[in-house]
């Protein structure tokens, strides 16, 4: 009993004016990116260091001394030899380059897309949650108010509050609203 009181204090104390179930819900999202980050495929993994490398200041900087190396010994200013005077394998270098760069990148945005979808499922099915529980709450509420002879209880938009969303039909009336517009534009 001790031990669990120890427990709630550190967590009070490690975040104060925030709710104890708001820093169990961080905590067990970080545990879950963390899990998911452990069983990435090895080609995600591979993916994702590609992009993350391809995408820092130290891979521009690379390859601006790289390219720049060799534009400036092909270019003629030193007095070396020219191995690429009419830059086409720098050319073809560069294609090949980002043909690959460009696969490592698609490879990494699908990943981070499939998991955008799976964080927006949890919100739509968080927000259902919610909206359910509060029109049951406005239905308990109603009767309570109207038991106790309330004039608001007999409010007309209370009943269309109390109402369940079905988002089927949400997305039916957007899809057709979407279709009016596009016909008027």
Known sequence: MTSNKNTKNKLRESAPGM???????IKALL??????????????????TVTKFTGSMK??????LLFGSWILWNAK???VKPFDP?????????SVEAIFLSTFVLISQNRMAALADKRAD??????LLSEHEITRLITLVTQIARKMDIKESHDPEISELAQDVHPEKVLDSIEENEEKYSEKN
């Open 86 to 94: 009419s830059f086409v394998v720098l050319a073809m270098f560069a």
């Open 59 to 64: 891979f521009v900087i690379i390859h601006l």
């Open 77 to 79: 200013i030193f007095p």
């Open 122 to 127: 949890l919100d739509l099915q968080v927000s």
């Open 31 to 48: 545990q879950r990116r963390r899990e998911d980050a452990q069983n990435k495929s090895w080609q995600d993994k591979i993916a994702d």
């Open 19 to 25: 709710a104890q179930i708001v820093e169990r819900n």
